[in-house]
Every structure is written in C-alpha cells, then in structure tokens.
C-alpha cells in the first residue's frame, strides 16, 4: 500500500513495476536459458540498485507522478511485459528500456535520461542486427547457424524506442550533438540491417516503423539545432535518398517540406551537390541550395496532381518565391498552366501567371491575364490585379488606362478597408505626371500636375513616408515643377530612408542642388555618394560630378573626372568576374555620352583634333544614336559648316524623331541662314516645347523668331525670354528625370 501510494499510479501500472525489479534482482525468477550478465561495476547489488531504482527516487527528487501533466498511455506498460515476458533474452538493458520509458512519458526527463544511460546500445547491436536480418528474410526462417534470432522483434523495437526517447531527452537538456549521434545510430543500425526496407508483413501494431519515422524526422532538426549545416543537408537528403522505403507519401512529403524551407530560408552556406550513386545521363542533378528546393517542390506539386499527398497552398507559395529569386518564372508559368483544375483558384492561377508573364518581361500577356480578373466589376478581389495592372501602364506608354485602374484599385481597396490603398494613390499620380507632359494646352497640363502632385502627397500620407518609390516620385515632381526646397526635402528624407544605398537618390538630390545653383554642394553630394555606393555604379556619379565641375568652370577637374569615369567602365567591360552582359546592357550607353560630352568641352575650347578623337570613340560604339550625330553636327556648326550641320541634326532625328536638343539646334541653323525659314523654325520649336516644357534654350530661341518678325512679335518674344530666363535660374545640370 505504501509503494502504491508512493508511486501514485494503479494497479497495472504497478505490475509492470514489480515485473521490471524481479526482471533486475532476481534473474532466476524468470525463465531464463542464460544467467543475467552485469557488467564488472554492477555486480554489487547495491550499484544495482542504485541504478534500477531510480524510478523511485527519481520521484522525490522532482515531484510524484501522480502530479505530472502528462501520464503515460494505459497500454504502454501492457505492451512492456508482452515484451519482456516474450523475449527469450531478458536482459537489464529490456528493463531499462521499458523503466526509460515510462520515467519519459510521465514527465520525469532527468531520470528518463539517467535511465537511458545505462543501456549499452553497443553490446546489444549485433543481436539487433541479427534479428532485424532474420525480419527481413522472405520466409523468417531460423538461420541453421543460430537458431532462433536473438531478440523479438518487439524487443528490436523497444530498444531502438528507447535510443529515440535518450535524443530527444538529450534535446530537451541542449545536448544537441550527442542527440544527433543517438538518433544516427538508430539509422545505422535499421540502414545496414535491412538494406531493401521493412518488410510489408510487419504486425501493424509494432512500434518499430513509428520509431524509425520519428527519428527520421528528428535527426536533421537536431543538426540544424546544433548550427550543423553540413550535416543538416546531409541528414535530410540520407532520409529521402536511403529510407524513403521505409515511409509512407505524407512523411516523406513532411521531411522534403522541411527540407525546403531549410535550403530557402535558413541561410547558411552552399551545399555541396548530392552524390548520386545510380545516375543516368538524363539526370538533374542541382548544383545549389535554390536548385535544389525548386527540385524537391516541383516534386511535391507533381504529388498534389496525382492526389499522393494532400494539397497544400504553401507549396506554390515556395516554389515561386524560389523561381523568381532563381530567375525561373518561365519554368513556373509551365508548371501552372499543367496543374489540374481544382487543384488552386482560376482568379490565383490567372494572376500567378501575369506574374510570371511580367517577369519574363511579357507584360503585354500579364495584362491580357489581369484582365480576365478585373473584368468583372462585382469581383471584390481584383484588388491586387487592379495593382499590377496600374504599374505595368505606368511602365509602358499608356498612362491613360494606367489612370482608370489606379482609381478603379483605390475604389476597390478602400470598401475593404486595405491599407495597399497608397500603393494605389503612387500609382495614380504616377500615371497623371505622365498624362501631364503628354498634354497640348498648357492649362490641362498645369491641371494634371496639380492632381499628379496631390496623389502622390496622399501617397506619402498612407504610407506614412516609409515607401522610398513614393518619396522619390514626390521629389521628382516637385524639382519638375521647380518647387526645388519641397523637392530638397523629400530627396533628403529618401536619403536618410535608404541609407544612402541607391545611386539614384543621391544623383536626384544632386541635380536639385545644381537647380539651385549650389554646385559645390552638389559636388559634396556626388563625393559622400562614391563612398557610400559599389565601385561599379560609380559611372553615372562620376560624370554627373564632372557636369558639376563644368558648371563652376573647372574644365581641367572636369576631364580628369570623365577620363576616370572612362577607366572604370574600362576596368569594368574586361570582366573581373562580371557577366559580360552587366556591361553590354547600360555602360555602352554610358561609354558613349561621355565620349559626346568630352567632345562638346573640346569643341567649347575650339580645340577640333580632339574633339574629333572622342567622336570617332562614339562612333565606333553606336554610329546610330541620335546624340552622338546631333554632336558631330554641333562640330560642324562650331566650325561654321551649317548646311553639313543642318544634315547631321536631321539625321539624328530619322533616329529619334523627340530628340530635343536636335530640334532646337535646327531652328537655330534655319535662323542663321536667314531667308523665307522662319515659319520651319518656329514650327521645330513648337514641337521641342510639346516633348519638353521645361526647356529654355527652346523659350529663347522662340523669342529670338518672335523678335526678328518685327514689331507684332515683340509681346510674345517677351513672354519667350521671360520663360526662358526663370527656367534658366532653375536648369539642373542635367534632366530630373
């Protein structure tokens, strides 16, 4: 009675007790073929009790079982003495094994564990082994050599359970790594002892299957606990490779989930490649973390198609995220257009793939897709399409529709209260400023700048100034509108928002500044941009500085600064680990307007050999670009030629029919040669004015024909040069935009 209430458990519970202490004390009770064998420091009974009474004490050092949260399963100690009782090889390790277990599941983790210690798992493997080899046989029969195997196979499991119940005490202390090695003996042993897996006539009620998922499970998130990537990857691919066999569609859907989101998000470095023994030559075989989650997603979304496994949204969720960071959103597009029906929404499958199309830089089918979403006006959903939609028109020359799914989105986000309402108001406003300076009267232009700026300004409002797109767009359209302090502060709240990361945002604050005229400032600007940026996005800056130094005279800094910016695009097109592409796709283009601009300064100095020297550099880049034959028109005017001058200007409007400065230089040439051209002038003025407002050289110019036509003119050539001296007092060095 004093045991029982010691123990706090019933009656049965207390059987298996007393069947576990005359198993350790009193050999010769059971029906043994053997004598019990004790290592040398357990022959004195009092070690031996000890250790196997542990279960006693073990519940006065911590608390009784009795007050545990979690009391084991009636049939758990049923199933120890079916057992033990069965098993022809009683041994101290069986008890322990059963004692470990119950100390586990009654709470008791210390004693658990200490419990576990003493089962030497390596003086038992053999007969393990043996006994797992005589399993897997086809007809489980007795090898002639040893008779009948060593252990039951529900022993096998029992002892194998116990191994599993040490790692995860050991987790449960910390011991991460000597967990692991518990676990990765379990796997040895099952691994080396039935090669070709368990077999199919296993009683359905052995512990052995649920034993050897468990640790499969278990071991990968022990090594990850352990900061052990190597060994993570290694023990995730030796559980899909090696005891795939072994598990059912679910638990190996489970584990190449885990697997996924340890390659996609756990960081780390990169895997070496799996070394796969049987390979063909058709065999995929990645060569990296990225590859190799796409590899095992598109697995598991072929066994969603053929209803292996259950369907799990996430899958996709993974498998796009890992494509587009990979550069694989063809390959994605593919996969969803195969997918079954049913298996996702139609409305998330048309806007998966306008993603998809988008990326691949389709974005003529990404609106044909969004379309079929947004068609329908009663669809409460269209929300994000609506998104898309309007950044795809603000991308492409079509403001107009990008204006009617801006507001159709704000309309469609604010009756659900979704604070993507700003994103919508940027893109609205976006769309105006465009609208705007496609616009043919001036008072609808200053009406859609107006509206333009208000969106952007409620933009700002929603997103509480955080989003860096928003505050750049602010501050270009206020420098546009010559509102320079309003447009100085938004580019420096960018600034501070970025971090000074982005090229971009210290060139807008620079140009501000050179609008007002503070070009030393401007230079600072450009030099705390060069050592806040890459070396390789120093092109842009560094001719933006030389215009700076231009600006304040310094013509000599001036070309030393353009002939660094030529070494390092240089520097830069000889590779040094760069795709060659990094250089063929923006810096030729760069290349080639700072060998224009070196040819302009030479042609200011009158010095022609020189300038002829950058030309012939431009031309062997691009002979067809519009500024470099407006240049060598330039050249020829300088130089008095302007009949050749007048060809070259024309010829660099067959390339670009809105180069401005082409068709101001052709008023200017048709004015200095006189006669009936005044009409033709006026005429190439008007149309740079309709591309550029903002333009003084093309405000003067017009003046200058209005006041050479005599005395009717003289009002509105006043107006002219009073246009074009306030934007001279405002002109960046360069265009805002």
């Not at 000889?574 to 283009?589: A, I, Y």
């Amino acid at each position: 009675m004093k045991v029982h209430s010691l123990l706090g458990v019933d009656q049965r519970h207390l059987s298996a007790v007393f069947i576990l202490i005359t198993t350790c004390y009193f050999p010769s009770v059971c029906n043994r073929k053997k004598p019990l064998c004790l290592d040398e420091e357990n022959t004195n009974p009092m070690n031996l009790h000890s250790q196997e009474t542990v279960f006693f004490s073990a519940t006065n050092q911590s608390q009784p079982i009795s007050e545990n949260i979690k009391k084991p399963d009636e049939c758990t100690i049923e199933e120890a003495e079916s057992s033990l009782q069965g098993s022809n090889s009683l041994n101290c390790e069986e008890a322990r094994a059963v004692l470990g277990r119950y100390e586990y599941q009654t709470g008791n983790i210390e004693a658990a564990l200490h419990v576990f210690n003493g089962i030497d798992i390596a003086a038992v493997t053999p007969k393990i082994k043996i006994s797992l080899s005589d399993l897997g046989k086809p007809d489980r029969t007795p090898s002639n050599n040893y008779g009948a195997p060593p252990f039951s196979i529900n022993t096998v499991g029992l002892l194998l359970e116990a191994a599993y119940l040490k790692s995860k005490s050991l987790q449960n202390f910390g011991r991460y790594k000597e967990a692991a090695e518990s676990c990765k003996v379990t796997l040895d042993i099952i691994e080396s002892s039935l090669p070709d897996g368990l077999p199919e006539n296993l009683d359905t009620d052995n512990k052995l299957q649920d034993t050897l998922t468990n640790t499969l499970e278990l071991l990968p998130y022990l090594y990850q606990l352990a900061n052990s990537h190597h060994e993570t990857i290694l023990s995730y691919r030796r559980a899909l490779l090696h005891h795939s066999k072994y598990l059912n569609n679910q638990t190996i859907a489970k584990i190449q989930k885990a697997f996924v989101l340890y390659l996609l998000y756990c960081g780390g470095e990169e895997a070496y490649p799996p070394n796969l023994v049987l390979k063909t030559d058709a065999s995929f075989v990645p060569k990296n973390n990225i590859e190799e989650a796409i590899l095992l997603l598109m697995i598991l979304l072929r066994d969603v198609s053929l209803k292996k496994i259950e369907r799990d949204p996430s899958i996709l969720d993974h498998l796009s995220y890992a494509l587009s960071i990979a550069g694989g959103l063809g390959p994605l597009g593919k996969q969803l257009e195969e997918l079954l029906p049913g298996i996702i929404d139609d409305n998330e499958k048309y806007l998966l793939l306008a993603l998809c199309c988008y990326g691949t830089g389709d974005a003529s089918a990404a609106l044909n897709l969004l379309k079929i979403i947004y068609k329908d006006d009663q669809n409460p959903n269209c929300g994000l399409p609506l998104l898309l939609a309007s950044k795809i028109h603000v991308e492409n020359p079509n403001s107009s529709e990008g204006v009617m799914t801006a507001k159709r989105a704000i309309q469609v986000l604010k009756d659900k209260g979704d604070d993507r309402v700003g994103v919508g108001y940027y893109y609205l406003g976006v769309s105006l400023s465009a609208c705007s300076r496609s616009e043919v009267t001036e008072c609808k232009r200053v009406d859609r700048q107006h509206e333009a700026l208000e969106c952007l300004e409620t933009a700002g409002r929603l997103t509480r100034m955080v989003d860096s797109r928003v505050l750049y767009d602010l501050s270009l359209e206020n420098a546009e509108q010559r509102k320079l302090d309003a447009a100085f502060g938004y580019a420096k709240r960018l600034l501070y928002l970025e971090g000074g990361s982005h090229v971009k945002g210290w060139m807008l604050l620079a140009r501000i500044l050179s609008a007002q005229k503070r070009f030393g400032d401007g230079e600072s600007i450009i030099d705390a941009a060069l050592d806040q940026t890459e070396n390789w996005d120093h092109g842009e800056l560094l001719r933006t500085k030389a215009k700076l130094q231009l600006a304040q005279g310094e013509v000599k800094r001036a070309i030393q600064t353009y002939t660094r910016v030529l070494a390092v695009l240089q520097v830069k097109g000889k590779g040094f680990g760069l795709p060659k592409t990094h250089f063929e796709d923006g810096d030729r283009t760069l290349e080639l307007d700072i060998w224009n601009d070196l040819a302009k300064v030479y042609i200011s100095l009158s010095q022609w050999p020189d300038a002829e020297a950058c030309l012939v550099k431009s031309k062997a880049i691009s002979n067809y670009s519009a500024s470099t034959r407006h240049t060598v028109g330039f050249l020829y005017e300088a130089k008095g030629l302007h009949k050749q001058a007048l060809k070259l200007y024309k010829h660099a409007l067959d390339v670009d029919p809105a180069h401005v400065q082409s068709l101001v230089s052709i008023a200017g040439v048709f004015r200095k040669l006189g006669g009936q051209s005044g009409p033709v002038a006026r005429s190439f003025l008007n149309e740079a004015l309709r591309v550029d407002r903002m333009h003084f050289s093309a405000w003067y110019n017009l003046g200058l024909l209005l006041r050479d036509e005599g005395p009717m003119g003289l009002r509105e050539a006043a107006d002219c040069f009073e246009a074009a001296g306030v934007l001279k007092e405002t002109e960046p060095i360069e265009p805002f935009r």
